[in-house]
């Protein structure tokens, strides 16, 4: 099958475009953004890039109905069908979302670290599916313990999996820890790998990066995504350059 690389030219790669590769096995993202902004599209876009490379994704839900979530896909595959024109790239992601995606709704009080763990068995042993790639909309993070993200990161890591998070955070709370991640997020940023801030403008998103490894506020030029289709436009720095000529 064709499917994306990190190499790959095609617009819809924000994460290969942001960090400038995914996650790995076992390491944990998060999207940081305020209501409304685009943390589940994002999120679906970041799995609809991995069923394009062929990984078996599933993706978690706290308090939403499957069927919204695949109308999110829907909406996105079009956006894909208009910025690529390979039909054998599309005909695969087509073929990935039926074979490869699998979506999981709870609502909140029902989700757990302990509930997280036996999902990914029962999937493995019942139906074989064992995904590498798992999105994870709608913790509370103002709820959630450290000892809860732990666990839930030492379930992926036994699975092999990557994670990516939604977290919602408040423009009237004025809170961020010394390396600049805001509240909620800032006494838990040492366990993800990745953190981006999601940050809407006059008519673009733009995406910055503000933990990459070891590295906080690493030197990634900030992304442009467009706010309808939310796809990378081209970077922040490019468009500052294009308006000063």
Not at 5 to 24: A, Q
Not at 126 to 150: A, H, N, Y
Not at 153 to 179: E, L, M, P
Request: glycine share 6%; aromatic share 8%.
């Amino acid at each position: 099958m064709t499917a994306f690389d990190g190499s790959s030219p095609i617009p819809t790669s924000f994460i290969d475009s942001c960090l400038g590769k995914p996650l790995g096995s076992g390491e944990m993202g998060v999207l940081l953004a305020r209501a409304g902004v685009g943390k589940t599209a994002c999120l679906t876009l970041i799995a609809l890039e991995g069923l394009a490379r062929n990984e078996k994704v599933l993706h978690v839900c706290i308090d939403e109905l499957p069927d919204k979530i695949k109308i999110w896909y829907e909406e996105l595959y079009r956006n894909f069908k208009d910025a690529v024109k390979d039909e054998t790239i599309l005909k695969s992601l087509k073929e990935n979302m039926a074979s490869s995606r699998f979506i999981m709704s709870y609502l909140h009080h029902t989700f757990s670290p302990g509930k997280f763990e036996e999902c990914l068995q029962n999937l493995r042993e019942q139906v074989r599916f064992d995904p590498t790639l798992i999105v994870l909309d709608g913790l509370d993070f103002e709820r959630v313990s450290r000892k809860q993200l732990e666990a839930i990161q030492q379930t992926v890591q036994r699975h092999g999996a990557a994670v990516w998070f939604s977290c919602r955070i408040h423009r009237h709370i004025d809170i961020s820890n010394d390396k600049g991640v805001p509240y909620p997020c800032h006494q838990v940023d040492d366990l993800f790998h990745a953190i981006v801030l999601l940050e809407p403008e006059a008519h673009t998103i733009s995406m910055v990066v503000l933990k990459h490894g070891d590295a906080y506020h690493p030197a990634h030029a900030a992304l442009a995504l467009n706010p309808r289709t939310f796809l990378v436009t081209q970077p922040q720095d490019q468009m500052a350059a294009q308006r000063s000529l």
